[in-house]
Each structure stands twice: as C-alpha cells, then as structure tokens.
C-alpha cells in the first residue's frame, strides 16, 4: 500500500486546481486525506457553483460523494490536532496546498502552527517529506518573496499554477488538466495527463 497523500485546500483562488488534483490522485490509487480550511470550502463553492456545507459530518459524505469514492479519502477539520497527519509518526506520502494562500504560506514559513494545515505542513519539513505549495497570488511582494525563498530552502517547492501553451490546449479543462499533471509528476506519480516537450499533442 502506497502512503496516502495530503491535500490541502485554502482561501486563495484557484480551488479547481485542488479539486482536479484530488480527482486525479483517486483515480491514480492513491488515498487521500483533504484539509479544507472554511476559506478554502468558501472560495470553492463560489468558484465552482458547488454546495459542500460547514458541518463536519455533512461535508465528508458530500465531498466522498462528489468524487464517487469512499474510505480512500479521510477528511480533517482544520482545527483537528489529534489527526494523524499532525504528527511525523504518521507515515505519509507528501504534502501539496493547491492553492496556497499567502497567508498560510507566510505563517507556515514563520514555523506557525494555528490551524492542521500548517502544522501538517511544518510535519513535513522537518521529516524531510515532499511539500508543495502552489502559491496563488500576483503581484508578489517582497515579503511574499522572502517567504518563499524561506521555504524552497526549508526544502518545500514552490509551483505557483503557471499555464503552458505548448500542448495546444483548447479549454479551461486542458490548462487545468496539464498543471495539475505536473503536481503528479513532482509527487511521483505516473500520469498521462502532460504532454511532454517534444511529444505530439493530440488534435
């Protein structure tokens, strides 16, 4: 059995990148544990029309429903320090925020734990475990810089949700699909949603 992998969700823009990116890591085998912060829950319905409510016990059926799954997703309260993704005895598979908003980035390189969230994330840094942050924000200041370079040389990388152009991609589905085969690719999982430099895209 392969590690479960954390995905997190925050308050930025862009919740159809996590939301893609859960999808596609269940459809790959991979189990899942999702932190949703209420900004993140918030910022997805308003982005995606959908309707994933507060109360904890609702939101895990909705949210196994609507990805037609069961047991292989966990889903944790962000308050919830008694999960097992709070502490490095838990073995995991790596950690992705997709999007993460510069708040929790700047709390996280600060060594802040106030939510699960980041102290999953600081659980991972110090293990020396995969962490990705997918940094929703433009422009960028000089203190949302600074906090980056602290955490790509904590050992996280920074993949802020760049659009490519190369595969020819002819809907907002394609652009997201490819992004969010590169996060695949950066958590070693096989995929064949990009298409690689130098390959044929497909009409």
Same mark, same amino acid.
């Given at each position: 059995?392969?590690?479960? +992998? +954390?995905?997190? +969700?925050?308050?930025? @823009?862009?919740?159809?990148?996590?939301?893609?990116?859960?999808?596609?890591?269940? @459809?790959?085998?991979? !189990?899942?544990?999702?932190? #949703?912060?209420?900004?993140?829950?918030? /910022?997805?319905?308003?982005?995606?029309?959908?309707?994933?409510?507060?109360? %904890?016990?609702?939101?895990?059926? $909705?949210? *196994?429903?609507?990805? !037609?799954?069961?047991?292989? &997703?966990? &889903?944790?309260?962000?308050?919830?320090?008694?999960?097992?993704?709070?502490?490095?005895?838990?073995?995991?598979?790596?950690?992705?925020?997709?999007?993460?908003?510069?708040?929790? #980035?700047?709390?996280?390189?600060?060594?802040?734990?106030?939510? #699960? +969230? !980041? *102290?999953?994330?600081?659980?991972?840094? %110090?293990? %020396?475990?995969?962490?990705?942050?997918?940094?929703?924000? $433009?422009?960028?200041?000089?203190?949302? #810089? !600074?906090?980056?370079? $602290?955490?790509? *040389?904590?050992?996280?990388?920074?993949?802020?949700? /760049?659009?490519?152009?190369?595969?020819?991609? %002819?809907?907002?589905?394609?652009?997201?699909?490819?992004?969010?085969?590169?996060? &695949?690719?950066?958590?070693?999982?096989?995929?064949?949603?990009? $298409? *690689?430099?130098?390959?044929?895209?497909?009409?």
């Amino acid at each position: 059995m392969k590690p479960r +992998i +954390i995905v997190a +969700i925050t308050g930025a @823009s862009g919740a159809i990148f996590g939301v893609e990116l859960v999808a596609q890591l269940l @459809s790959h085998g991979r !189990e899942v544990d999702l932190l #949703l912060s209420d900004c993140g829950r918030q /910022v997805l319905n308003f982005e995606l029309g959908l309707h994933w409510p507060q109360e %904890k016990s609702l939101l895990l059926q $909705t949210v *196994r429903d609507y990805f !037609e799954i069961g047991e292989e &997703l966990r &889903l944790f309260a962000p308050d919830d320090f008694f999960a097992p993704v709070a502490s490095g005895s838990a073995l995991g598979g790596g950690m992705i925020i997709c999007p993460c908003s510069m708040g929790t #980035l700047g709390r996280i390189a600060g060594g802040m734990s106030s939510s #699960l +969230i !980041e *102290r999953a994330a600081d659980v991972a840094l %110090k293990e %020396k475990r995969p962490l990705i942050l997918v940094a929703r924000e $433009t422009p960028l200041s000089a203190i949302h #810089l !600074e906090n980056m370079l $602290t955490l790509s *040389r904590a050992g996280a990388e920074i993949v802020p949700p /760049v659009p490519a152009f190369y595969h020819h991609p %002819k809907s907002i589905d394609d652009l997201v699909r490819h992004f969010v085969g590169r996060l &695949l690719d950066r958590l070693g999982v096989e995929n064949s949603l990009v $298409t *690689r430099w130098g390959e044929k895209h497909t009409d």
